[in-house]
């Protein structure tokens, strides 16, 4: 079973007015087969936190520890981060024109598992797994999110969390532009995945909504670039009733 450690994690971006602190000082510990939601309002830092341990190159760690298993995950590239079980669905999934769903997936796969899947095997896992998210099998050969819809961009990031089967899942903001068939379908997709694999999720969401399909064994509240504030379900009830405003005043 892995184990993600974020400790004391600082990070910066630059902006028009000069280098701002985004991250203050994270720790989170996530578990295999543990679901961890992370709250907040807009422009708290939740997002920098995920693409901080994705590796994105925007932002600058300054200081702190992210640990996979006991390894220095900021010590790896990007790609080297994937391979070794760290799975990002981003809020935006970016368009990829020129490459179909079935290559991309096939060749990511590939490249995690150090060898090509059987074809005959690949095939019947992908076509079940599209059909487990009710994604018409023709989207294997549409380039990758081009010309796809907000609803069908989260179904592909949630098949190749699926398929790829990620030691630690991030997932940003998978419920925004959902409408309730789409974010039951995928939060139906995030829960067989995990009971599938025990993977830890990272589950970053503004609204409580998805907390009805994806239950979470902690919540964490995240304000102004650290935790504020943690619990479990029931705190996201409170969230739901009296919002973030007793954690902005302190803020």
Same mark, same amino acid.
């Given at each position: 079973?892995?184990?993600?450690?974020?400790?004391?994690?600082?990070?910066?971006?630059?902006?028009?007015? #000069?280098?701002?602190?985004?991250?203050?000082?994270? %720790?989170?510990?996530?578990?295999?087969?543990?679901?961890?939601? !992370?709250?907040?309002? /807009? #422009?708290? #830092?939740?997002?920098?936190?995920?693409?901080?341990?994705?590796?994105?190159?925007?932002?600058?760690?300054?200081?702190?520890?992210?640990?996979?298993?006991?390894?220095?995950?900021?010590?790896? =590239?990007?790609?080297?981060?994937?391979?070794?079980?760290?799975?990002?669905?981003?809020?935006?999934?970016?368009?990829?024109?020129?490459?179909?769903?079935?290559?991309?997936?096939?060749?990511?796969?590939?490249?995690?598992?150090?060898?090509?899947?059987?074809?005959?095997?690949?095939?019947?896992?992908?076509?079940? $797994?599209?059909?487990?998210?009710?994604?018409?099998?023709?989207?294997?050969?549409?380039?990758? /999110?081009?010309?796809? =819809?907000?609803?069908?961009?989260?179904?592909?990031?949630?098949?190749?969390?699926?398929?790829?089967?990620?030691?630690?899942?991030?997932?940003?903001?998978? %419920?925004?532009?959902?409408?309730?068939?789409?974010?039951?379908?995928?939060?139906?997709?995030?829960?067989?995945?995990?009971? /599938?694999?025990?993977?830890? !999720?990272?589950?970053?969401?503004?609204?409580?909504?998805?907390?009805?399909?994806?239950?979470?064994?902690?919540?964490?509240?995240?304000?102004?670039?650290?935790?504020?504030?943690?619990?479990?379900?029931?705190?996201?009830?409170?969230?739901? $009733?009296?919002?973030?405003?007793?954690?902005?005043?302190?803020?």
């Amino acid at each position: 079973m892995s184990i993600l450690e974020i400790k004391n994690l600082h990070a910066t971006v630059e902006t028009p007015e #000069g280098t701002k602190e985004i991250l203050k000082g994270v %720790d989170l510990t996530i578990k295999g087969g543990e679901t961890h939601a !992370i709250m907040g309002p /807009n #422009g708290s #830092g939740k997002s920098t936190l995920a693409y901080a341990i994705a590796g994105h190159p925007k932002y600058e760690i300054t200081g702190g520890e992210v640990l996979l298993d006991g390894e220095d995950v900021l010590e790896m =590239s990007v790609d080297e981060r994937a391979r070794a079980g760290l799975f990002l669905a981003m809020q935006y999934p970016v368009e990829v024109p020129g490459v179909t769903v079935s290559n991309f997936l096939r060749t990511a796969k590939t490249a995690i598992d150090g060898e090509a899947p059987s074809l005959r095997t690949w095939v019947k896992d992908v076509k079940g $797994a599209m059909d487990d998210l009710k994604m018409d099998p023709v989207f294997a050969e549409r380039n990758v /999110n081009e010309g796809f =819809s907000g609803g069908e961009k989260k179904r592909h990031e949630i098949l190749q969390m699926q398929l790829l089967k990620p030691s630690i899942a991030v997932l940003d903001e998978t %419920d925004s532009g959902l409408d309730v068939d789409a974010l039951r379908v995928v939060s139906e997709g995030v829960n067989r995945a995990k009971e /599938n694999t025990e993977v830890g !999720i990272m589950l970053i969401t503004h609204y409580t909504r998805i907390l009805q399909y994806v239950k979470p064994d902690f919540v964490h509240v995240f304000v102004n670039g650290k935790i504020a504030e943690q619990g479990g379900p029931e705190l996201a009830e409170r969230l739901e $009733a009296e919002g973030y405003d007793r954690f902005l005043v302190g803020a």
